[in-house]
């Protein structure tokens, strides 16, 4: 059921639509799923819509206000609950009902990991029935170690945005890191931000970032004001997973990579994943300045979206650097579209994937399994709390394809 209302604001008209939802189950977005039919007034045709609604978990109902609607896809946010699930328990952020950074505080950690490990099983239906392993964090809350702020000096306000786009003040927020969170207050104290912003324009963000060689209080806390995401060097927000999926990495590549094999580690960033390898390891990604050579590890700067990568790795040969026998592949987040051609050139024994999100980890791997099995499936936990994880695979050549 939906209920239309009209509020008028001086010469305005603004349309407020307000439904009654029951949720069926939780989308890969950590969002709960309600699905309807209404019946056009005008037309008398039945109407069938999805609306996805934050903040809420199966068998719950209540009242919801549209945000957005597109062809039959609509976004609302909770207004009132009626039938709450057993699962749900009062958050320990006192800005989660209104911050977008977070999704699952609202349930314990058990039925978080759950809910993505479904979500997980649900991208993953057109593949072999391969057992899911969860990896789970030893902390749900104060771990991450990176923050961006966005601020807007007129309107003296210094927050997170939400899900409409504005700026949500959030000084106790909970999943930073200890080091993060004494810098965000007194960033907040007596609004002591606008000093520090005096010469800068009017919006903008202020991105803190800890070290992970000394995360005291306060101590070696990067501040950057109004430049690109990461701009000290990128590294994974979790130190404590990092170094959890690292070690793990580090065992299944002993395991099925011979000690010899080269190894190509594509967007590899500063050799994160692959600095505990055995192996002769080409770290490639696109570097200002290449990082110098660290004992098995070589870097190469090469941007791997651009069409001439893959001719560019094969020049390599010329200097030395063999083919690889394996490929350790952890892309961003639009994940690597053309896998299918970095293995029809070079052939590997196997690969593993790491997949920022699921969705692209099906696309970029489904069609390359005429000729690679699918071992295993890993779902690391990186970031608890929000919608995010990170999907892994380990895939190696059919005997039919040598």
Known sequence: MSIS?????????????KIDFRIEHIDPLGQGVF??????????EVKRTVTFIKKTLPGESGTAEIISSKKGVRFAKLI???EASPERKVPECVHFNLCNGCDFQHTTYEKEL???KLALTRHLFKFPEVPITVHGAARRLHYRNRIQLHYDKRKKLLGLLDEQQQILPVPNCLVIDPSIAFELRALYAENSWLQILVKEPPKGHIELYAKENDKREGHNVQR???????????TQVNFEMNEKLREWVKKKADQVIPPKAMVYDLFGGNGNLTAKFRNPTLVVDKYRTPPEANGHQKFYSCDLYDKSAIKSLIGLKNHGIPRPNWLIIDPPRSGLKNLNEFLAEFKP???????CQATSFARDTLSILKNYELQSIELFDLFPSTQHFETIGIFTRRKNNE
């Not at 209302?5 to 639509?17: C, Q, V």
Request: no cysteine; aromatic share 10%.
């Open 114 to 116: 759950e809910y993505k």
């Open 5 to 17: 209302l009209e509020i008028k604001s001086g010469n305005l008209k603004e349309k407020i639509m």
């Open 224 to 234: 950057s004001i109004n430049r690109h995401y990461a701009n000290g060097g990128f």
């Open 349 to 355: 024994d196997g690969f593993i994937y790491i997949a």
């Open 80 to 82: 009132e609950l009626k």
């Open 35 to 44: 699905k309807s039919e209404e019946t056009d007034p005008d037309s008398g």
